[in-house]
């Protein structure tokens, strides 16, 4: 986020657009629907009430080219995947992790606006 907080990018609007489709792809298509819509309730049949754990992990380790982050990851993915399965809902898990990216979302239009950097 350093990187784009630049004179260069004031009025550069494709920018928001390449924020948006990414978090689009990345965060409701992508490792949303893949570890909590299709993942995590075939997990239940082989780790039962563990499935959440199981995911979260799964989830954490699926970011190979971040192993210094995996503890966290694995701790952000608890708290992405047991809402999802207490209430049955992918839309629980894409609120929890779309969330962890709202200041993206303020800074990018900051940005862009002239108001950063």
Do not use: C
């Amino acid at each position: 986020m350093a990187q784009i907080a630049a004179p260069e990018f004031e009025g550069a609007w494709w920018l928001l657009g390449v924020l948006l489709v990414n978090h689009l792809l990345n965060y409701f298509l992508g490792e949303g629907l893949l570890f909590r819509g299709v993942l995590l309730p075939k997990m239940q049949g082989v780790f039962g009430r563990a499935d959440w754990v199981a995911n979260a992990a799964l989830f954490g380790l699926y970011h190979l080219h971040k192993p210094w982050m995996w503890p966290s990851l694995i701790v952000g993915g608890l708290a992405m995947t047991w809402p999802a399965r207490r209430f049955r809902s992918n839309w629980m898990a894409v609120v929890v992790h779309g969330g962890e990216r709202l200041p993206a979302l303020v800074l990018v239009p900051a940005v862009i606006l002239g108001l950063v950097g």
